[in-house]
């Protein structure tokens, strides 16, 4: 197994963060997001954080060892379907953050929850376990797009 393409799924997947925390300028605690009304069953701040490092560590993983499992023509499809993931993560930072488009940022988080459930399963197809290590992001996913719904029909 390439250690080298782990290191590069671990840069690339924590740089999607850094990159969408960087284009959301800090909105979370900003005066917008602090008066909308959230839904009942948001998490306090520093779960966002640990979740996420949980997440992309396990999501790393998850792209390292298909890597190693896929032939040619399979690997070309995953690391396009990992490209998608990656932009609709980092752009769902700023749509909803910073320019506050709550309906397109639903539209985003939506999309990006499709594309990891396909990732999911592919894991599940290719080797039983591997899926266990996309699930933790879907689940995530299915929270945060429920959060962004609230916020969408709730103001």
Same mark, same amino acid.
């Given at each position: 197994m390439n250690i080298k393409m782990l290191i590069l799924f671990i840069i690339l997947n924590f740089g999607a963060l850094a990159i969408g925390a960087f284009l959301m300028g800090g909105e979370t605690t900003g005066e917008w997001y602090k008066g909308v009304n959230k839904a009942p069953w948001t998490p306090p701040g520093w779960v966002f954080g640990?979740?996420? &490092?949980?997440?992309? $560590?396990l999501f790393s993983v998850y792209m390292?060892?298909?890597?190693?499992?896929?032939? %040619?023509? #399979?690997?070309?499809?995953?690391? +396009?379907? @990992?490209? /998608? #993931?990656? /932009?609709?993560? +980092?752009?769902?930072?700023?749509? &909803? &953050? %910073?320019?506050?488009?709550?309906?397109?940022?639903? =539209? +985003? =988080? $939506? !999309? !990006?929850?499709? +594309?990891?459930?396909?990732?999911? =399963? %592919?894991? @599940?197809q290719n080797k039983t376990y591997l899926g266990f290590l996309v699930a933790p992001y879907f689940i995530w996913l299915c929270i945060a797009t429920s959060l962004n719904a609230y916020i969408l029909l709730k103001n």
């Open positions: 640990a979740a996420w &490092f949980t997440i992309m $560590a390292w060892k298909m890597g190693n499992t896929l032939d %040619k023509s #399979q690997l070309t499809t995953l690391y +396009v379907v @990992f490209g /998608i #993931q990656w /932009i609709l993560n +980092v752009m769902w930072n700023p749509v &909803f &953050f %910073k320019w506050h488009l709550v309906l397109l940022g639903l =539209i +985003v =988080i $939506a !999309l !990006l929850t499709l +594309v990891v459930l396909w990732l999911m =399963i %592919k894991g @599940f």
